[in-house]
């Protein structure tokens, strides 16, 4: 059972020269994978795993061993309370070496033997207004980050052609505000672990609705308020499910970073490597000539313009 080593394993490329020459004869990284919950014995199979970059921040780790534990089992029949996204590589424990690390690693180097410091199951992200320049910033740094997303917008006309745009840019998962009330939602579940965080830029009942869905201890952060509603949170969810809310502005977060340089530009670094890489695109924009100014503005203001208004100087 190599779940956790096999995620940092899809990152695998060339090994470094002090185990190059051990792992050059070796056959590709391989991992037990399942695409379906079952009985274990039927959906596991040994598979080659798909080899990815090795990034700045990755460590590559080959496992050594791993134990197969009741919890492995109860992922793979999908009976446990946390699911790995399918299709999945089983188990959650183990001993690894490491191979290579990446240019920011400092902590790791080759040939370190580690253990996995949490389970190894994908996080999820829950959000609303996803079809926002700030949301489609969201869907694209989760998908590079190997987080799934479950993207909430607001019914309209042309919403499968919207749905087809956010499921090109990286979404897991596009639905509509009516929809987090349906029991469908279960369906989801089946195959990604429940969000641990929820981003807000709505209020009102959508809010309310998507808190739901928030695994015990989550965090729902609070960023915009474009319902102009405020945020009700029914009682329960504080005492049986302590849920945490938190609030964000950009604005005071580079207040309070003043003296802290070092993290505004490396969060820069980091958003500039993936636009270079093709990861992170801008939202779709209208450039308006100046003169124009009062029609960009109607425009920004009307429902569902799903385009920037960028006015031309
Ligand atoms: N806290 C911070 O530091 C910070 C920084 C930047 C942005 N923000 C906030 O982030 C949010 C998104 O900003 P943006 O620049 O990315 O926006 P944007 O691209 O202009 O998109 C606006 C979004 O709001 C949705 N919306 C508008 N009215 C709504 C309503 N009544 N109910 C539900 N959804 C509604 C739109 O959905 P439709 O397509 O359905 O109309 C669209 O998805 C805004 O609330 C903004 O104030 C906060």
Redesign the pocket.
Known sequence: MQRAAARVLRGARTPPARTRSATARAPPPRGLLYERHGEPAAVVQLKDLEVAELRDSDVHVKMLAAPINPADINMIQGTYAILSPLPAVGGNEGVGEVLEVGRRVTALKPGDWVIPAAAGVGDSVIQ????????QAVIQIAKASGIKTINV??D?PDLPKLVERLMALGADHVIT?EMLRKPEMKDIFKSIPKPRLALN??G?K?TTEMLRHLQPKGTMVT??????QPVMVPVSTFIFRDVRLRG????Q?KKDHAQDQESLTSMMDALCQLIRRGQLTA?ACTEVPLQDYKAALEA?MK????S?QILLF
């Open positions: 609303n207004a996803a079809n926002s320049g700030v949301g917008v607001r309209r505000e830029c709505v009102g959508s960023y915009g308020g474009m319902a102009k964000f502005w950009m604005t977060w939202p920004t429902p569902f313009a799903s920037k």
